[in-house]
């Protein structure tokens, strides 16, 4: 029996679940919980779904994002089966939660890192999948349960924000294809870009101004990075999920093949993003601190200064741009 199989027969004969994702929630993690919150609801399964942050108030457009919940405490809540979705150790849904979230049978794993270290009972984990989104898509389409409006909004967001909005070298043929069948779900793809990337409010932009003015880049023009600090957070009002994005505007640079954002966090250690265009695996370069990630995009967070964080990234970094 594959994997998908599996998983579907693990649902079948459960009934109370959590799902739980990393860190910061992105477009696609938020994405692939809302639509398997939405698939277990609908099986009429006991279903809570627990993250460590809130989710940025660009995703509260989407169907059951009131769903989420930020538990101090679970109210002793220990589900049968715990789902983790988009996270490549245990670890990234947060110390708290991975610590106290703990099921009472087992734990699925869905993930598409490439550094995915299989902590599940079950791990279904497709590193060539865009997104963790496209895997819960093939697994809801597999059920033979349609995939509704409210399930479509969801996965699209999620594969629209993991490949960039369908200009990453991982928007397949495949991707487009469940895009279409998303889209002839009757969402509109204007309205879902708009709410996602066009509702900034204005103090983002003046962080966006802020952290510009540190680039620098390397002698080889191959490697460009930026700070943002603490002080800019302060002055501008902003806190961290402020920074989402902010590396794209270095990786546009021309001569640059490795963009590098490093960013102050409230406990002092900087969290470094890492994007490459076309050969650097960067993904490999911060497993070498401890993170993870893919070939083109990743990250890691280093218990130094930005300034020295970005050093020793850095001259790694020139031995991978040499290779
Ligand atoms: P971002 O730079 O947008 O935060 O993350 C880019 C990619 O790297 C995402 O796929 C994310 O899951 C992964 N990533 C970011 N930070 C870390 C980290 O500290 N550890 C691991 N394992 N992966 C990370
Ligand atoms: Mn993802």
Redesign the pocket.
């Known amino acids: 029996m594959n994997i998908y199989h599996k998983i579907l027969e693990l649902i079948d004969q459960h009934d109370s679940f959590a799902i739980s994702a ?1 860190v ?1 929630p ?1 477009g696609d993690s938020i994405g692939a919980q809302l639509a398997l919150y939405s698939f277990l609801a609908d099986l009429n399964k006991y279903v809570r779904i627990f993250n460590t942050d809130p989710i940025p108030p660009n995703y509260h457009f989407l169907p059951f994002s009131e769903k989420i919940e930020q538990p101090c405490d679970l109210d002793g809540y220990s589900p049968e089966v715990l789902i983790v979705l ?1 996270a ?2 245990l670890v ?1 849904i947060g110390n708290h939660l991975s610590k106290n979230l703990v099921p009472q049978q087992l734990t699925i794993n869905i993930d598409h ?1 490439a ?1 995915a270290d299989r902590f599940g009972d079950y791990n279904l984990v497709e590193s060539g999948a865009s997104s963790t989104c496209e895997i819960v898509y093939k697994l809801i389409q597999l059920s033979g349960t349609k995939i509704g409006y409210k399930q479509a909004m969801a996965l699209y967001t999620g594969i629209m924000f993991d490949t960039g909005c369908f200009r990453y070298s991982n928007s397949t043929s495949q991707v487009h294809h469940i895009a279409a069948n998303l889209i002839d779900q009757g969402i509109e793809v204007d309205k879902i870009y708009r709410a996602v990337y066009e509702t900034n409010p204005v103090r983002r932009l003046r962080l966006l101004t802020k952290a510009l003015e540190t680039v620098e880049i390397s002698p080889d023009g191959k490697i460009a990075w930026l700070i943002i600090s603490k002080k800019m957070f302060d002055h501008t009002g902003t806190t961290l999920e402020d920074a ?1 994005g902010i ?1 794209n505007q270095i990786r546009s640079i021309d001569t640059i093949e490795v963009a590098i954002m490093a960013v102050s966090n409230a406990q002092e250690q900087s969290k470094i ?1 890492m994007r490459s265009k076309d050969y650097v695996d960067v993904g490999k370069i ?1 497993a070498e601190f401890g ?4 070939a083109r ?5 280093i218990d130094k200064s930005c300034e020295t964080a970005l050093e020793m990234v850095i001259e790694i970094t020139e031995k991978y741009i040499d290779i």
């Open positions: 990393h910061n992105d988009d490549s150790t990234r890192h550094s989402d590396i993003s911060c993170g993870g990630g893919h995009a990743a990250g890691c967070l």
